[in-house]
Structure formats: C-alpha cells, structure tokens
C-alpha cells in the first residue's frame, strides 16, 4: 500500500504521462493526475496529498497562482511543492521559489530528474 | 727395663705410630670419597638439569616447525581470499555499470513509449500536431523548430508548426536543394555535431528529419536552434527522432484523413438534411 500520494498538474498530456509514468516507479507513491490549476484545487479540497508537482504555464490557472493558493490552505501548506519550468524562465522561477515552492525541474523533463527530486523531497 | 722389652716396646710404637699413619690415611680417603660423592652428585644433578634443558628445546622446535607451517597455509588462504574477493569486486562493479545502463535504457524506452501512445492516442489533426510540437519541444529540447509537408501539387513545403520562428520563412520552399531538399529526396535524417552553435537558416536546419511513410516522404522536422540546456544529442535523442519519422508521419497522415473524412461527412449530412427538409 502506497505511503504517500502525489499530485501532478500538467496541462499536456504527454507531459503528465511522462511524469507520472515515471513515479510510479516508486512503490510508495501513489499518483493523482490533474489538467489545471482549477482541477488540481479541487482534487486538493477531497483529498490530503504529500507533494504537489506543477507546470507553471497552464491555461485557466497557472502554476504560480496554484503555488500561492496551496500555501495558504491548512491542509497543504507545508506540502513540499515541485514546479516544472524551462531554463529560460528564471524569473517564474523565482516568483515560484518566492510564493514558497520547494524546487524545481527544468524541460526538457528526464523521468531520474524527476524521481530524484521528489525523493529528496519527500525522503525516501 | 730389659732390652728386649724396649725393643718390644718401641716396636709396639713404631707399629701405633704407622696403625695411626693408616687410620690417618683411610680417613682422608674416605674424605676424599665422600667429597667425590658428593661431587659426582652434585654432577649427576647439573647433567639431569642440562638434559631436561636439551629435552625441552627439542620440542619447542617441533612446535614451531607446526606453526610455520600453519602460518603458510593461512597465507595461502588469505591470498586466495583476497583474490576472490578481488573477482567479486570486479563482477559488483560490472553489475553496477549494467544496472545503470539498463536504468539508462529504461528512462529511454519510457520517453518512446509515451511518444509512441501520445501520437496514436487521437485522430484529431490539431490534436496531432500539438503532440508532435510538445514531443519535439519538451523530450528533444528543441527552442526553435518547424513541421512542413511536401505540397504535391505545387512541390513546395507546406508549414504545418511553426516554433519560434515564422512560418513564411519556411512556406514556399522549394522541395529540391539544401538540407531539406536532400532529406525528402534521400528520405535520411541530417544531424549536425555542434548543436550549440547552429546558424538560422531556412533550408538549411542543423537538424532535419524526414516524415515517412513506409519509403515515401511527405513531410519533415526541421530544428533551428535548442534550449540552452541542451548541449548534445543523446541516444535518445536519436531514438526518437527514429520514431517521429514513421510514427509522426502516420498518425499526420491519418488523423488529415480523418479530419478531411468528417469534415465531408459533416458536408454531405447537411446537404443530405437540406434536401430532406
């Protein structure tokens, strides 16, 4: 049985795939998949989870609301948070670090990348 | 005192005189005697002492001889060992490189596999086309890139996605000379080594690969320039490029005949509905 759950908020879905077939790789996560900002809002008021991962470019809500909203709920404000940007983007990578994100990972995404990250995260 | 008797008596003398003489003698012999006893006991007990000693160290020679040899097998024993554990080392190290490798090769075929389903998961066109763009852009790292088909008719290049870059630059290409040209007429992708560095010119990308069909181009990728993170091709880089080439190409193909097939379908429905009515 799965010892924590993960969100992953991507509005691609190739991206998603990527991410969370990569995760699963790992026994004790258990993974949640959400398509925006809004819908990841709403899986975070039904159920507790341990780490959110989120692109920051996303229609209807972006990544950087998102992160603002989720350190203010109760529930999840000391989630460890994981955004995913491009290289480039640094200063939505400092917008993000500053509104409280945990770390980050840069495209093109690379599935160890990804495992590594919430590993140390979440210290498995 | 008569003669005789003096004679006598100084015989008697002369005879007590040598009987204390012998008595003297056979009592320093018998000193002598008892002081060579004493002597040859005290001898008897040195050479039992001095045998005892030799007795002794002959057998501590034995023993040593035992425990050199012991020492001879246990330095054999620690050489074979350490040999071994050597073997064992080597074949751990061996281990460990494969694992990564196959690791290496796991993340690899998951990045094909989810391109693979992604282009195959929808028969939409604009659907399509955006998996190509975000494989390109978010597996590859490619910044600046373009998805053209061979425009039969008019033999030019038909811009289809166009990243960064605009799409007039490539409409109107002509289909012969350069590096696209050479990629639909050989049907064989073109890779540069130096990705870093690459030049933006139109017909020349640094990376083109051809969208085919079984043998027949009727398309390709051309990327113009890479995200700075981007330093070199990997294998995977190739493996997909590989991928796209057939697998782009079909589910292009297909899901335009799809599109085009529902789009006269929507057509002749409504006419069919108008001529009801």
Redesign the interface.
Known sequence: MAEYTALVVED????R??IV??LRRLQSLKVIEADDGVDALKKLQVQKFNILITDINMPIMDGLKLVSLVRKDETHKDIPIVIIT???AAEDRQRALALGANAYI???????QVINTVKELLKL | MDPSDKVKQDRLDELGAHRQELLQMFKRGAEFTEDLLKDNEKLRFRLAEAEARVGSSMGDAGLVQELMEKIRRLEEERQDLARRFAEVEAENKDFVNRYVEV?NEN?NL??I???S??LH?TLDFQEVLQ?IT??I?????AEVFAIALVDERTQKLRPLVAEGLPSESLAQLPIEGGVIGDVITSGEAHFVDDIENLKFEPESPGICTPLKIKDRTIGVIAIYKF????KKLANVDHELFTLLAGHAATAIFASKLYTDSRRKLNTIQGFIDLVVS
């Open positions: 691609s879905p190739t991206m795939q990527l077939f990569a491009t290289e480039g840069t495209k093109p995404i690379q599935a160890p | 690791e993340n998951l990045n596999y989810v391109a389903y992604q998961s998996i975000e494989i852009l978010n597996f590859v790292g995200l700075q993170q981007k």
